[in-house]
Nanobody
Framework: QVQVVESGGGLVQAGGSLRLSCAAS????????MSWFRQAPGKEREFVSY????????HYADSVKGRFAISRDNTRQTAYLQMNSLKPEDTAVYYC?????????????????????WGQGTQVTVSS
């Protein structure tokens, strides 16, 4: 049984920073590719960022490039999303997703159906 658990959400002012964490269990963490998605009120869930199992390949949505950074620590079995220069439009529930094996294109990394394992989500609210 694979479990994915996010943490680190909260309320922050515009321009501020937050770091989300995602732990995945069930098999060797270094086998998982990890991604973050988000869903704002009244909108569909969208891709945010991806990191390969080794951490050597990352992808970002255009809306967060230069502001967000994804990373992972396989020794701690945790992936991170560092979010800087936050904007009110970043307000959403952020979901962590995992899959065994890498994805190579941003197109494939952004497809929700490529991820069988999902967390419950963590709320990020950015006030103006």
């Amino acid at each position: 049984q694979v479990q994915v658990v996010e943490s680190g959400g909260g309320l922050v002012q515009a321009g501020g920073s937050l770091r989300l964490s995602c732990a995945a269990s069930g098999r060797t963490f270094s086998a998982y590719a990890m991604s973050w998605f988000r869903q704002a009120p009244g909108k569909e869930r969208e891709f945010v960022s991806y990191i390969s199992p080794s951490g050597g390949r990352t992808h970002y949505a255009d809306s967060v490039k230069g502001r967000f950074a994804i990373s992972r620590d396989n020794t701690r079995q945790t992936a991170y999303l560092q979010m800087n220069s936050l904007k009110p439009e970043d307000t959403a529930v952020y979901y962590c997703a995992a899959r065994v094996g890498a994805l190579y294109s941003v197109y494939d990394a952004s497809k929700q159906t490529n991820y069988p394992y999902w967390g419950q989500g963590t709320q990020v609210t950015v006030s103006s």
